[in-house]
Nanobody, 124 residues
Framework: QLQASGGGLVQAGVSLRLSCAASGGTISSYSMGWFRQVPGTEREFVFVAGISRSGSSAYYADSVKGRFDISRDTVKNEVFLQMDTLKPEDTARYYC?????????????????WGQGTLVTVSS
């Protein structure tokens, strides 16, 4: 089970840190990804960032590269998404997901487990 938290309403330019707490399994057994979905639309889940099963490699969408950072704490069994210099276009519901793959694919179909999402709203 994955539980995402840390979303909120913020102004452009500030930072937020999302957390994803895992239970019933250890995150070191999975590659982990963060996806986002714009509320009120039928858009698909868009890959934001991912961290490999070993924790040694991180991957980012071009739109967030240099602003977002994904990390994990295997002791606490949590994954984090540090989001800096937020922009209005970052507004979305953010989901964490776990995949049995070695690396985090950008295709959401490669992920077996999903959290419920946390809403991030960035005002201009």
């Amino acid at each position: 089970q994955l539980q995402a938290s840390g979303g909120g309403l913020v102004q452009a330019g500030v930072s937020l840190r999302l957390s994803c707490a895992a239970s019933g399994g250890t995150i070191s057994s999975y590659s982990m990804g963060w996806f986002r979905q714009v509320p009120g639309t039928e858009r698909e889940f868009v890959f934001v960032a991912g961290i490999s099963r070993s924790g040694s490699s991180a991957y980012y969408a071009d739109s967030v590269k240099g602003r977002f950072d994904i990390s994990r704490d295997t002791v606490k069994n949590e994954v984090f998404l540090q989001m800096d210099t937020l922009k209005p276009e970052d507004t979305a519901r953010y989901y964490c997901a776990a995949s049995g793959e070695i690396v985090p694919f950008s295709n959401p179909d490669r992920y077996e487990y999903w959290g419920q999402g946390t809403l991030v709203t960035v005002s201009s």
